[in-house]
Protein backbone atom coordinates (compact mmCIF):
# COMPACT_ATOMS: atom_id res chain seq x y z
CA UNK A 1 0.00 0.00 0.00
CA UNK A 2 1.23 3.28 -0.74
CA UNK A 3 0.67 7.02 1.36
CA UNK A 4 0.58 9.75 -0.62
CA UNK A 5 2.39 13.08 1.32
CA UNK A 6 2.23 17.02 -0.01
CA UNK A 7 4.85 19.06 1.26
CA UNK A 8 4.32 22.88 1.38
CA UNK A 9 2.77 22.50 -1.81
CA UNK A 10 5.14 20.91 -3.80
CA UNK A 11 4.08 17.40 -5.71
CA UNK A 12 2.72 14.73 -4.31
CA UNK A 13 4.94 12.04 -3.26
CA UNK A 14 4.61 8.12 -2.49
CA UNK A 15 5.91 6.28 0.12
CA UNK A 16 5.27 2.63 1.11
CA UNK A 17 5.85 3.96 5.00
CA UNK A 18 3.22 6.26 6.44
CA UNK A 19 3.58 8.77 9.20
CA UNK A 20 3.25 8.34 12.65
CA UNK A 21 1.98 10.43 15.17
CA UNK A 22 3.58 9.94 18.58
CA UNK A 23 3.20 12.59 22.00
CA UNK A 24 2.12 15.19 19.68
CA UNK A 25 4.72 15.04 17.72
CA UNK A 26 4.66 13.61 13.38
CA UNK A 27 6.95 11.12 12.30
CA UNK A 28 7.80 11.11 8.65
CA UNK A 29 9.80 9.34 6.41
CA UNK A 30 12.70 11.23 5.71
CA UNK A 31 13.05 10.05 1.89
CA UNK A 32 10.22 10.98 1.18
CA UNK A 33 10.52 14.62 2.23
CA UNK A 34 14.25 14.78 0.38
CA UNK A 35 12.80 13.23 -2.64
CA UNK A 36 10.22 15.82 -2.73
CA UNK A 37 12.50 18.61 -3.10
CA UNK A 38 14.34 16.86 -5.45
CA UNK A 39 17.00 16.26 -3.09
CA UNK A 40 19.49 13.23 -2.17
CA UNK A 41 19.52 11.30 1.25
CA UNK A 42 22.55 8.75 2.11
CA UNK A 43 23.32 6.86 5.40
CA UNK A 44 26.51 7.52 6.97
CA UNK A 45 27.08 3.68 8.76
CA UNK A 46 30.00 5.04 10.40
CA UNK A 47 29.04 8.08 11.37
CA UNK A 48 25.38 7.07 11.80
CA UNK A 49 24.05 9.84 10.12
CA UNK A 50 22.34 11.09 7.25
CA UNK A 51 23.58 13.19 4.87
CA UNK A 52 20.85 15.30 2.33
CA UNK A 53 22.42 16.94 -0.42
CA UNK A 54 21.75 18.26 -3.75
CA UNK A 55 21.18 15.55 -6.56
CA UNK A 56 24.69 15.03 -8.46
CA UNK A 57 23.62 15.05 -12.03
Known amino acids: MFYHYKF ?3 RWKSCL ?3 VIRNGAIY ?3 R ?3 ETF ?3 A ?3 R ?3 NVN ?3 KQK
Open 32 to 34: AIV
Open 38 to 40: DLE
Open 8 to 10: FGC
Open 42 to 44: NWD
Open 28 to 30: MPL
Open 17 to 19: INA
Open 52 to 54: VRL
Open 46 to 48: MNK
